[in-house]
């Protein structure tokens, strides 16, 4: 499985931004896909996740009611809405199936 990322980029507080992550490979092996973040000086926490079938979500406290994941065609997307300060960080797109898939990461910026 390979997953890239893109997407991200500079937004003033307040405004939105939807990356999206690409899957190829044993795509039919992941049962979940999602989002993570690592702001500088931080451990990478779990923004978001999604079930296979896309039943189910998860969200990080932090951006309950801000964040939506969702996922089609071989994508998972996370829409960002009312973005804050605090959401800069570099956002990596992850994959559970036999393993733990990772993407490059895409850079988001929050500026006030």
């Known amino acids: 499985v390979q997953l890239q990322a893109s997407g991200g980029g500079l937004v003033q507080a307040g405004g939105s931004l939807r990356p999206s992550c690409a899957a190829t490979?044993?795509?039919?092996?992941?049962?979940?896909m999602g989002w993570y973040r690592q702001a500088p000086g931080k451990q990478r926490e779990l923004v978001a996740s999604i079930t296979g079938a896309g039943t189910r979500t998860n969200y990080a406290d932090s951006v309950k009611g801000r964040f939506t994941i969702s996922r089609g065609n071989a994508r998972v997307y996370l829409q960002m809405n009312s973005l804050k300060l605090e959401d800069t960080a570099v956002y990596y797109c992850?994959?559970?199936?036999?393993?733990?898939?990772w993407g490059q990461g895409t850079q988001v910026t929050v500026s006030s």
């Open positions: 992850w994959g559970a199936g036999t393993g733990n898939y």
């Open positions: 490979g044993s795509i039919f092996s992941l049962y979940a």
